[in-house]
């Protein structure tokens, strides 16, 4: 079955980075759109970022130009760079694809 697990979230200041990982299992991430999306506390959860089967790449408004997805094929793995990062960035994130979600990886920005 097809099963996906996010990891890299963590705390950081504002201005700093993170990289997010989605691992792939019983799915190639080469041949499946992935997309990111992120849940903030009393919000519902919003799309961040997609990358399609032939690398098509798409992003939120909020935050086009400082996060990058990303592929690895090599290790099935799907990466969500994030540069520049804001006290609103904060989120548990998901990944989705193939109709399966994972099971989140929390991001804090603050001070």
């Known amino acids: 079955q097809v099963q996906l697990v996010e990891s890299g979230g963590g705390l950081v200041q504002p201005g700093g980075s993170l990289r997010l990982s989605c691992a792939a299992s019983g799915l190639r991430v080469s041949a499946n759109g992935i997309g990111w999306y992120r849940q903030a506390p009393g919000k519902e959860r919003e799309w961040v970022a997609g990358?399609?089967?032939?690398?098509?790449?798409n992003y939120a408004d909020s935050v086009k130009g400082r996060f990058t997805i990303s592929p690895d094929n090599s290790k099935n793995i799907v990466y969500l760079q994030m540069n520049s990062l804001k006290p609103e960035d904060t989120a548990v994130y998901y990944c989705?694809?193939?109709?399966?979600w994972g099971q989140g990886t929390q991001v804090t920005v603050s001070s």
């Open positions: 990358i399609t089967s032939n690398g098509y790449t």
């Open positions: 989705y694809g193939k109709q399966t």
